[in-house]
């Protein structure tokens, strides 16, 4: 392993404690690294100036692993440019949740690990998520985690019609709709009532959001099935999409999205030998 790449979330590691370890941690067993910001960061917010940032951009097409160092928001930030560049990602969490990241931060020591090549590799599904306008795309991305539509800040209701493979599937009124991987399904799908699902298992995950009609259940489907979520007719306002938490697009009356399985898949580093069930009752105990 010669080129690994340490994106710090410069909001949750303070200071960059926890990547100035790992980066020694990983050159004392033969790793060289080069630390990228994930995103941009404020400009009011000083970096300090003893470590040296190398631009993402440059650096991935020679990255052979990416290290996050956040919550899980980070590790979904770096999943679509490292994905579809075929490179790998492991999670160290300094975040609340942290249900994708591999390792704490008390267990830094165990990235020595990769230098020998011990690790294994989780491959995860991923939604290919296009908006058409009459017969325009004006929106395509892949995510991880899950596709939201919801009514948007305003306290209305929004009415959405939801279609498998062009069959109407669910019809209703509320919050909105969290389309899941099995991934996200431990996310706002499951805040939203949704179930929790394997990892490793192929589904997609159809969850309404403090839906009115009690008829209303989560739906889930084959990861063979095409989703097509739009406004219905009695729906007076627009509707707002985002993918993974990201910046959200306005959905106007006959606006479609269509979301299904994509051909990509996020590669998360294994360090560790556990039980998805165990990583559930692990993080769930400590956030009660």
Do not use: W
């Amino acid at each position: 392993m010669k080129n690994v790449i340490l994106t710090p979330n410069p909001y949750r590691d303070k200071n960059f404690q926890t990547v100035r370890a790992a980066q020694k941690i990983l050159k004392d067993a033969g790793v060289e690294t080069k630390i990228c910001l994930p995103f941009e960061v404020d400009r009011n917010y000083d970096l300090p100036r003893d470590l040296r940032f190398s631009r993402l951009d440059r650096e991935l097409p020679n990255a052979e692993m990416v290290i996050c160092f956040g919550g899980d928001g980070t590790i979904l930030h770096m999943a679509k440019a490292a994905t579809r560049r075929g490179i790998p990602i492991l999670g160290v969490n300094i975040g609340t949740m942290g249900f994708m990241a591999e390792l704490e931060s008390t267990e830094l020591d165990k990235l020595a690990e990769i230098a020998k090549g011990n690790y294994t590799f989780d491959s995860r599904m991923m939604l290919d998520v296009t908006v058409s306008r009459d017969r325009d795309i004006i929106f395509h991305d892949i995510c991880l985690n899950d596709v939201v539509v919801t009514k948007g800040a305003v306290a209305r209701i929004v009415h959405l019609a939801v279609k498998c493979d062009g069959v109407q599937a669910m019809e209703c009124g509320g919050d909105g709709i969290v389309v899941a991987t099995p991934t996200g399904s431990t996310a706002y799908s499951l805040s939203a009532g949704g179930p929790i699902v394997e990892p490793d298992a192929q589904n997609i995950i159809i969850t309404p959001i403090c839906a009115h009609d009690v008829g209303s259940r989560c739906i889930v489907t084959s990861e063979k099935r095409v989703i097509n979520v739009e406004l219905t007719k009695n729906a007076r306002r627009n509707a707002f999409l985002s993918v993974d938490g990201g910046k959200a697009v306005r959905l106007n009356m006959g606006d479609v999205a269509t979301i299904q399985k994509s051909k990509l898949e996020t590669k998360l580093v294994r360090l560790k030998e556990r039980s998805f069930f165990d990583v559930v009752n692990a993080k769930f105990k400590i956030n009660l």
